[in-house]
T-cell receptor, first 112, second 111 residues
Framework: EAQVTQNPRYLITVTGKKLTVTCSQN?????MSWYRQDPGLGLRQIYY???????DKGDVPEGYKVSRKEKRNFPLILESPSPNQTSLYFC???????????FGEGSRLTVL | GQQVMQIPQYQHVQEGEDFTTYCNSS?????IQWYKQRPGGHPVFLIQ???SGEVKKQKRLTFQFGEAKKNSSLHITATQTTDVGPYFC???????????WGAGTKLIIKP
């Protein structure tokens, strides 16, 4: 089954404790992206990747890092989480950057 | 900068009434996509419109792309409880490999 898998789905952590949200897709998509969704603000892009080893900042990259060492994986790293990073995070992939986006189930992160 | 405005932010309807959301871009878009998000779920792709003036239908949903490719709308006829949730539009940014998103319209069915 074609899917985008994110883990963890839910996480409560404390300020400053590094965490990684994993994202994996099994559709051989070149384009992958991370979004955060906050009430009233819609979807805001954090980082995106056009292909392996090619990543770029989205609209709200501060406080986040990503890597794309393999085509299928695109982890989101919060080196030192802060409460303003409490949000719902979605990973998405697409065959190309203008095509249909396939979203993961989401990861709800709370930073205390 | 480039903007996509989506209105209204919320629409409350009785079950069986129609629903419409509008997307207005500050620039011409090469295409526009529509997504639906079930409550507690993730966005799911509905459709992509590419041609000027294009109209596409999916059962009770009608999608339009304006002649100038700066406006789009999604119309749902005879809403059902399964239609609730936010609907988002998105189009390619001019400057880089990103999509620019509308803030979404939340369809709410009145009890």
């Amino acid at each position: 089954e074609a899917q985008v898998t994110q883990n963890p789905r839910y996480l409560i952590t404390v300020t400053g404790k590094k965490l990684t949200v994993t994202c994996s897709q099994n559709m051989n998509h070149e384009y992958m992206s991370w979004y955060r969704q906050d009430p009233g603000l819609g979807l805001r892009q954090i980082y995106y990747s056009m292909n392996v080893e090619v990543t770029d900042k989205g609209d709200v990259p501060e406080g986040y890092k990503v890597s794309r060492k393999e085509k299928r994986n695109f982890p989101l790293i919060l080196e030192s989480p802060s409460p303003n990073q409490t949000s719902l995070y979605f990973c998405a992939s697409s065959p190309g950057w203008t095509g249909e986006l396939f979203f993961g189930e989401g990861s709800r992160l709370t930073v205390l | 900068g480039q903007q996509v405005m989506q209105i209204p932010q919320y629409q409350h309807v009785q079950e069986g009434e129609d629903f419409t959301t509008y997307c207005n871009s500050s620039t011409t878009l090469s295409n526009i996509q529509w997504y639906k998000q079930r409550p507690g779920g993730h966005p799911v792709f509905l459709i992509q419109l590419v041609k000027s003036g294009e109209v596409k239908k999916q059962k009770r949903l009608t999608f339009q792309f304006g002649e100038a490719k700066k406006n789009s709308s999604l119309h749902i006829t005879a809403t059902q409880t399964t239609d609730v949730g936010p609907y988002f539009c998105a189009g390619p940014k001019d400057s880089n490999y990103q999509l620019i998103w509308g803030a979404g319209t939340k369809l709410i069915i009145k009890p």
